[in-house]
């Protein structure tokens, strides 16, 4: 960082629209005039989905652009653009340096805003809007529609990287087009991906109980800290949110509808430290949740009680209850008797199979588990 005092903090999603505004557009306007172009702030990064805070500004955080421009464009434009803005961007906006340097730490991956008397290393990325699209979602959804295998193969995270942000121009429209076209599950999708997460809940409901009564209080936790987890993202996705990145899906549940209601619920399961305490606030997260499915009129209402576990003496929703019709009312030939393992996300649990750069080996993946 500059010696000089840090600046009030911005969120990055505005600084990134004063980068535009003030320096960005006037250089494109004089060297570039006509070039046919969308400005945006997308992809990963905290400031993306709105959660950013004055700890952001330790990496990978500061005036930041993302520029799309056609293929033959971005081949013929982008490294000239690139160094145009390096010679020529001011060292800062709204206090905050425009050059990025890495940290003293060799083990530190992470860029870091810092005072420059030469060239400036910015964060405006120069991007081929074909590529970009097929790097992050595995296909040009500036072009086609996703396709259920489509749909199948993008992490949610991902997608939400995609559709929040902020676009600060788009010349083309084809960036918005885009975005509209993966802004949300079209319904059949939808409808199959609740049967696939009410799945993952049905399958592991009963070892809440079956641990403890082993005696193994900590199985006991981290089953019940793992539907928790399954029940937040279930209610994303009933309300017809992505499931962001881990590190945000507490705060991204806490804008939901639902969430004043169910937060008190798994709060205590998650603190309680015997059986019957964390039995009882699962209980209620589950009929609250199944309420809320049955609200939706997707099929025809489920009873919300719990019940014991088929002979033994441990209360659960028995979600499957909730799996089976939603799958049954999926109508698309396409999804239509998948196995209910579901999106990428819904089976992949690693950093960096989700955020990877290998689209191609995802859709594969996917084809694979789902037997597509």
Request: proline content about 8%.
């Amino acid at each position: 960082m500059a010696s000089h005092r840090e600046p009030s903090f911005l969120p990055g999603i505005e600084l990134s629209r004063v980068l535009y505004e003030e320096a960005v557009r006037p250089l494109l306007d004089e060297c570039f005039p006509g070039l046919p172009y969308a400005a945006a702030r997308l992809g990963p990064g905290s400031e993306v989905l709105g959660f950013d805070t004055a700890r952001s500004a330790d990496h990978d955080w500061g005036p930041r652009l993302d520029l799309f421009l056609a293929p033959a464009d971005a081949a013929a434009h982008g490294e000239k653009i690139r160094r145009l803005l390096a010679d020529r961007l001011p060292k800062e906006i709204r206090g905050w340096p425009t050059h990025f340097g890495p940290a003293d730490d060799p083990l530190d991956p992470a860029a870091h805003m810092a005072a420059t008397e030469g060239p400036v290393d910015h964060r405006v990325l120069i991007h081929d809007l074909t590529a970009w699209l097929t790097e992050e979602a595995g296909f040009d959804a500036s072009a086609a529609e996703p396709s259920a295998r489509d749909w199948l193969a993008i992490p949610q995270q991902k997608l939400a990287g995609i559709t929040a942000g902020a676009v600060h121009h788009d010349g083309p429209g084809l960036l918005s087009t885009a975005r509209r076209r993966l802004a949300r599950y079209p319904e059949q999708v939808w409808r199959h991906v609740l049967a696939c997460q009410w799945q993952r809940i049905s399958q592991e409901e009963a070892f809440v109980g079956r641990c403890a009564e082993t005696g193994d209080a900590l199985g006991s936790a981290v089953v019940t800290a793992r539907l928790v987890r399954d029940l937040m993202r279930l209610s994303l996705l009933m309300e017809r949110h992505y499931v962001p990145y881990t590190k945000w899906l507490g705060g991204a549940f806490a804008r939901l509808d639902t969430a004043g209601a169910l937060t008190p619920a798994l709060l205590g399961a998650l603190a309680a430290t015997e059986y019957p305490e964390r039995e009882r606030h699962l209980c209620a997260a589950y009929e609250a949740v199944a309420d809320r499915q049955n609200a939706l009129g997707l099929i025809a209402p489920v009873d919300p009680t719990p019940r014991p576990y088929h002979s033994r003496p441990y209360l659960v929703l028995h979600a499957e209850r909730f799996a089976r019709p939603l799958a049954a009312s999926v109508t698309d030939p396409e999804l239509r008797g998948l196995p209910l393992t579901g999106a990428v996300d819904q089976w992949a649990d690693s950093t960096d199979v989700l955020m990877g750069r290998d689209a191609g080996a995802l859709r594969a993946a996917t084809a694979a588990v789902s037997g597509f």
